[in-house]
Antibody
């Protein structure tokens, strides 16, 4: 069974950092692009970042560019999101999602989603 | 603000057909994908590409596109189809993957 399990969320003060993780199982992780998508409380979905199978191509939403860094460790079947200089508006449920191919730009949809991890930015 | 625009809410009578639309300039060049999200659950992909359904998605769900508008059609809506629906595609620069604002579907 294909599964994505996010972790690392929590309560953090504005300006601080947090690192999210996503553990993948049930598929050959290094064959596929991956994404982070977030959803603020009561709001819609927002794509945050995408990364190709070999980390050679990475993209970010303008709202997080320069503050967030996506990365992956194919040996550990894991995806990460390093979030720095956190703001109140970063408060959201963060989903890890799998792309259908090795490139996040050639096939730009997400076919498997995790259940998410909650990040709350507040003093 | 999203580069993809959806109607905030749509309603349909049980068993009838409903179309949910998504507008954006990038849709002239890129396909939209569609996601269903029920309260407290993660999104589920229902349509991708020209008009493809993942395994397990009922064939009452279909997708189409014309000009700058992509559509998700549910033919014979069921009570379990009541959910939020989001479109997603590449933006005009090709470097971002924005979602539409979402459409809340109510089945009457």
């Amino acid at each position: 069974e294909v599964q994505l399990v996010e972790s690392g969320g929590g309560l953090v003060q504005p300006g601080r950092s947090l690192r999210l993780s996503c553990a993948a199982s049930g598929f050959t992780f290094d064959d596929y692009a991956m994404h982070w998508v977030r959803q603020a409380p009561g709001k819609g979905l927002e794509w945050v970042s995408g990364i190709s199978w070999n980390s050679g191509s990475i993209g970010y939403a303008d709202s997080v560019k320069g503050r967030f860094t996506i990365s992956r460790d194919n040996a550990k079947n894991s995806l990460y999101l390093q979030m720095n200089s956190l703001r109140a508006e970063d408060t959201a449920l963060y989903y890890c999602a799998k792309g259908p191919s090795s490139s996040w730009t050639d096939y730009y949809y997400m076919d498997v989603w995790g259940k998410g991890t909650t990040v709350t930015v507040s003093s | 603000s999203s580069e993809l625009t959806q109607d905030p809410a749509v309603s349909v009578a049980l068993g009838q057909t409903v179309r949910i639309t998504c507008q954006g300039d990038s849709l002239r060049s890129y396909y939209a994908s569609w996601y269903q999200q029920k309260p407290g659950q993660a999104p589920v992909l229902v349509i991708y590409g020209k008009n493809n359904r993942p395994s397990g998605i009922p064939d009452r769900f279909s997708g189409s596109s014309s000009g700058n508008t992509a559509s998700l059609t549910i033919t014979g809506a069921q009570a379990e189809d009541e959910a939020d629906y989001y479109c997603n595609s590449r933006d005009s620069s090709g470097n971002h993957l924005p979602f539409g604002g979402g459409t809340k579907l109510t089945v009457l």
